[in-house]
């Protein structure tokens, strides 16, 4: 169920129905089953079955209805005309409109779960209340993609505001809350998670600059569970051999 939830809401409201069928198909009959079913999977399931339509359906991934427009559509007659979303904007090297209310609200084209900020950030805030999350893969991800952007610009803009239209724009705020912090595929310690968090961030950047698509979070979150228990482990070697340094 969480699965098939995350692959559609990683999708453009306008995707149709089929879409997200086969995505979640893929993750769970490819990614998840063969490796023994829940808990024991290699690879997050979400991430892998978006990124497997990423690649076969490109055009259907990426067409994003307008929101300011939904409001002139039918009810019984849905017609979408697909624009250029803020990340598919700056990756044409241009400078994206910016409001801070509209961005905070999730009034710009983008995955249909993945512009509602506020509705991240207070399910985020719920799961760490619960104790059913950790915040330390999401505090390395964003951090990290925060530092790239700053370091490595790619529009003329002022730079807090160039931030927050990459770190809102696309699926990296979501993939940081809820895909990379997966407790299954994310290493288990917290400097190992923070590390992850960083390494996936970084990634993503890089995807997201000289990849072929807009969006680079589901690339960067496998490329890093395949790394998940070298990074538990590089962390429990360096505390070991400080300990055994400071009992010598």
Do not use: H
Not at 165 to 179: K, N, P, R, Y
């Amino acid at each position: 169920m969480v699965t098939g939830l995350i692959v559609a809401l990683l999708l453009p409201a306008s995707a149709p129905l089929w879409l997200p069928a086969v995505g979640a198909a893929f993750a769970i009959s490819v990614v998840k089953v063969p490796f023994g079913g829940l808990g024991r999977n290699i690879f997050n399931p979400a991430a892998a079955g978006v990124a497997f339509l990423t690649v076969c359906w490109k055009g259907l991934v990426f067409g994003y209805p307008d929101p300011s427009q939904i409001e002139r559509l039918k009810i019984l007659n849905l017609v979408f005309e697909a624009v250029s979303s803020p990340d598919a904007v700056l990756k044409a090297g241009i400078r994206p409109g910016f409001d801070k209310l509209e961005w905070l609200l999730g009034n710009f084209p983008g995955p249909m779960g993945a512009t509602a900020v506020l509705v991240i950030l207070a399910c985020a805030v719920y799961l760490w209340y619960r104790r059913a999350a950790s915040f330390m893969v999401p505090l390395g991800f964003v951090t990290a993609s925060a530092a790239f952007v700053a370091l490595f610009p790619r529009v003329s803009a002022p730079l807090p505001e160039l931030i927050i239209c990459e770190i809102l724009s696309g699926s990296l705020l979501f993939c940081a809350f809820f895909v990379a912090n997966d407790p299954v595929t994310s290493p288990k310690l917290p400097l190992a998670r923070l590390a992850y968090g960083a390494m996936a961030g970084v990634l993503c950047m890089l995807f997201r600059y000289y990849s072929n698509f807009q969006q680079g979070a589901v690339f960067a979150v496998l490329i890093c569970n395949v790394f998940s228990t070298a990074f538990d482990k590089a962390v429990w070697y360096i505390f070991r051999r400080r300990g055994a340094g400071s009992e010598a």
